[in-house]
């Protein structure tokens, strides 16, 4: 069983940048898809980010295309979010997920606890 647990996040002004880093404790997570997705008040959680097993492969959702890179370092079983340019509609809980292919295909395994991102204007 895996554990995932997300930091790095905070709060900061629109314009800044945040790099949170979602490390895997238990057994490893190289190999098999991880994705961001963020939770803002009100709302459903939805798709950020995506990098597949062997860190190829990135796909982002529209809102952040251009803004946030994902990133992965399986030899320390962590995955990057580099978030630039936030702002303020980038406000949310930030979580990651681990899917159990090497692809994210729609379904995540196992869940982080969360990391809040609050961009104020």
């Known amino acids: 069983q895996v554990e995932l647990v997300e930091s790095g996040g905070g709060l900061v002004r629109a314009g800044d940048s945040l790099r ?13 898809a991880v994705s961001w997705f963020r939770q803002a ?12 097993g062997i860190g190829d492969s990135p796909d982002y959702a529209d ?36 899917s159990a292919t090497r692809n994210y295909h729609g379904s995540i395994r196992a869940w982080g606890q969360g990391t809040q ?3 104020s204007s």
């Open 41 to 52: 008040p009100t709302k459903g959680r939805e798709f950020v980010a995506t990098i597949s």
């Open 117 to 119: 991102v609050t961009v």
């Open 20 to 32: 949170l880093s979602c490390v895997a404790s238990g057994r490893a997570f190289g190999g098999y």
């Open 63 to 98: 809102p952040v295309k251009g803004r946030f890179t994902i990133s992965r370092d399986n030899a320390k079983n962590t995955v990057y979010l580099q978030m630039n340019n936030l702002r303020p509609g980038d406000t949310a809980v930030y979580y990651c997920g681990r």
